[in-house]
């Protein structure tokens, strides 16, 4: 049978064209189901305080960069949604007296907005290269801090880009997810082309790599409620984003659910289908099924219930 039109962008793939099934059964999912989800490969976790969920999430960046060496530099790629987590970052950083720029410590943007073809400057109000440099690393001690170029961003030579996840081990890349399902800007495809009847297959999907991005209308409204207030016209429609093929070159692949970037049903969806292997390019996140090590971090307060309350 035909996959149906998305109820949310008929010219678009998102999680409405699924199986409804599936839809269903992850709708039924309690917070006690989502910690049975965990197995090889994918485990998931529950923190109680909003303290704990983003002193993990920073501890993470710790984690990365203490396995640094000159000779052997190791880094983290960060999102920009969560953000609570950066200036956390910075205080453990100082408080530990940790020299990044001694140990070779890096750093990666996942992504940036683009606007008339060329990414934003960190002057643009929604720059994420800005938001990372207020939050963190302008607040280090300059003796600690890490040096500009182990600071990679998504904002030139995206070949090079690309390039130094093959030259710098990624031992976390750490995301949140989006109302459409996505980590970074990997957002589903237009329903055009040779994608008209179906989305693309996990594996073309999973060799794309970093590029230029049109935004699906979900994340462009996703986008003006989190980080505009509502205006719509403030948020570009285009992106760069790192792609799965980086993704797949970093050795953890962390996702962070504090509860305000995706709903309740959202939350237990990619848990779901990443948990049973359902890999369908239209839930971006669920093809995380095939990653090796990915992690799902939740927020108690933020996981909600999936159930009709009128408002």
Request: charged share 20%; with cysteine.
């Amino acid at each position: 049978m035909p996959r149906p039109l998305s109820k949310l962008a008929p010219g678009w793939w998102d999680y409405t064209t699924l199986d409804p099934e599936i839809l269903q059964d992850a709708a039924r999912l309690t917070a006690d189901d989502l910690l049975q989800l965990s197995r090889p490969g994918f485990s998931v976790r529950i923190f109680d305080t909003p303290q704990e969920f983003y002193s993990a999430q920073a501890l993470e960046y710790l984690e990365a960069w203490t396995q640094s060496t000159p000779d052997n530099p190791v880094g983290i790629c960060g999102p920009i949604g969560p953000t609570e987590q950066l200036p956390i970052v910075a205080a453990m950083v100082n408080a530990l007296g940790i020299n990044l720029g001694r140990l070779g410590a890096c750093f990666w943007g996942m992504d940036e907005w683009l606007e008339n073809g060329v990414p934003v400057s960190p002057e643009h109000p929604l720059s994420f290269a800005r938001c990372d440099n207020e939050l963190c690393f302008d607040r280090m001690d300059p003796k600690l801090a890490l040096p500009d170029a182990n600071k990679f961003f998504p904002t030139g030579d995206l070949e090079a880009f690309s390039g130094s996840f093959d030259r710098v081990r990624c031992a976390i890349m750490q995301g949140g997810q989006g109302e459409i399902k996505h980590w970074a800007f990997n957002d589903p495809l237009p329903r055009e082309g040779e994608w008209r009847d179906a989305p693309p297959p996990p594996e073309v999907f999973r060799n794309l790599g970093t590029r230029i991005v049109k935004l699906h209308p979900v994340t462009i409204m996703q986008n003006a409620r989190t980080s505009g207030g509502g205006n719509v016209a403030l948020v570009p429609t285009d992106a760069v984003t790192v792609g799965p093929r980086e993704t797949w070159k970093s050795d953890c692949v962390s996702i962070w659910h504090p509860g305000h970037h995706d709903n309740p049903f959202g939350i237990r969806l990619s848990a779901l289908m990443i948990s049973k292997k359902i890999a369908d390019s239209s839930v971006p996140m669920s093809l995380l099924a095939d990653h090796p090590n990915v992690r799902f971090s939740y927020l108690r307060s933020g996981i909600g219930t999936v159930a009709v309350e009128m408002h």
